[in-house]
């Protein structure tokens, strides 16, 4: 009889840069029988069940302050550890990995409770609240980026980068994108992560004219929270509020506007796309200012943030580029540099070490 497969629950929950890298790592453990700890109402719920069995459970982050709010707050986490502990004991699970967020707390109480190895992967160059405090309770906490080590001191920390989903690394996968785009003109993807942004939307809008003036195709993906997603019409111009072949897309762009949430980024830097960097300045504790600094100290990027950046500023910074194809293809060479293609490899290997042993 053969040997039953290892159990794997993953908790990622939320945005695109949680449950990415989490899918990316289960590609990578076909052997595995994997189920999926997440919460109703988020992205999981239409990235996950076609390929696993999602359990939920009610849970969510402290906010500032102390009230009744945080009473409820703690109710649910105590409720939803209950819940975790139950699923693992029934479901035999003998391994957790978990991409941080506030799903982790209880994923992580939970497991070690109960004797079972929790790896957890913080993307993030400076490490949210969640892994600075559950990290030294983890047997490995992998990073995406080398310069988090030194915020967690206490934890046995492992450098990977982060995964990115196979179709990243398929050969020709830029032949796939189906947007209608001519072969020889420069192409400029702009995006905000899987939330949109509506204030780099708007700049964008309002920089374009310029951009088209040169030859320019604008590939925006605008989110499905901007009301004015549809205010611009252009034949160079290609709105979407999403784009599943993100892989295509990045390959083909020369030149991409963005957000720095550190999935977004690491898939910058597999396609070797240069960019213009303008971080979420409502991050929590300002870490996408931290992803992006670790591009722009390579050369793989330029950074602006939201608040000194002009319709001027952005307009000519992206004339210069287009007309620089040297100084693009030396940055898009320094973000290939960031981000080592076997990734998913080096974090399935981690798994593995830590749930087999």
Not at 132 to 158: D, H, M, Q, S
Not at 296 to 315: C, H, N, R, Y
């Amino acid at each position: 009889m053969a040997d039953a497969p290892i159990k794997l629950l993953i908790a990622a929950s939320g945005t695109g840069g949680h449950l990415f890298p989490a899918i990316a790592l289960a590609q990578e453990l076909p052997d595995y029988q994997i189920e999926w700890l997440g919460v109703p109402n988020r992205l999981e719920t239409q990235l996950v069940p076609q390929q696993y069995k999602l359990n939920t459970i009610s849970v969510e982050g402290f906010q500032k302050g102390f009230g009744i709010s945080s009473l409820l707050t703690v109710s649910k986490l105590i409720s939803s550890i209950l819940k975790v502990r139950k699923i693992l004991q029934n479901g035999q699970f003998q391994g957790v990995f978990t991409t941080g967020g506030y799903i982790a707390g209880p994923a992580v109480i939970a497991a070690r409770s109960l004797g079972i190895p929790v790896i957890l992967h913080e993307s993030n160059a400076f490490p949210g609240k969640v892994t600075r405090f559950f990290g030294p309770w983890c047997n490995a906490v992998a990073l995406g980026f080398e310069v988090a080590a030194k915020y967690l001191a206490r934890a046995k920390t492992i450098y990977t980068s982060t995964p990115v989903r196979a179709e990243f690394f398929k050969p020709g996968i830029a032949a796939s994108l189906d947007l209608g785009i001519p072969e020889n003109v420069p192409v400029i993807v702009v995006f905000g992560g899987s939330q949109g942004a509506v204030a780099i939307n708007k700049l964008v809008r309002e920089c374009a004219t310029a951009w088209f003036d040169v030859g320019a195709w604008v590939v925006h993906l605008t989110g499905d929270k901007d009301p004015e997603a549809e205010s611009l019409k252009h034949p160079q111009y290609i709105s979407l509020p999403f784009y599943n072949n993100m892989a295509a897309l990045l390959q083909r762009a020369n030149l991409a506007i963005s957000r720095s949430g550190a999935g977004s980024l690491t898939e910058l830097a597999v396609c070797g796309t240069p960019a213009i960097l303008i971080p979420y300045p409502f991050a929590a504790e300002d870490h996408q200012t931290y992803n992006a600094k670790v591009f722009t100290s390579v050369g793989a990027a330029l950074m602006f943030q939201q608040t000194e950046l002009t319709l001027e500023k952005l307009q000519t910074e992206i004339l210069h580029l287009l007309q620089s194809p040297q100084q693009l293809k030396a940055m898009g060479e320094k973000a290939r540099t960031i981000a080592p293609a076997d990734s998913a490899e080096k974090l399935a290997q981690l798994v593995r070490e830590m749930v087999e042993k």
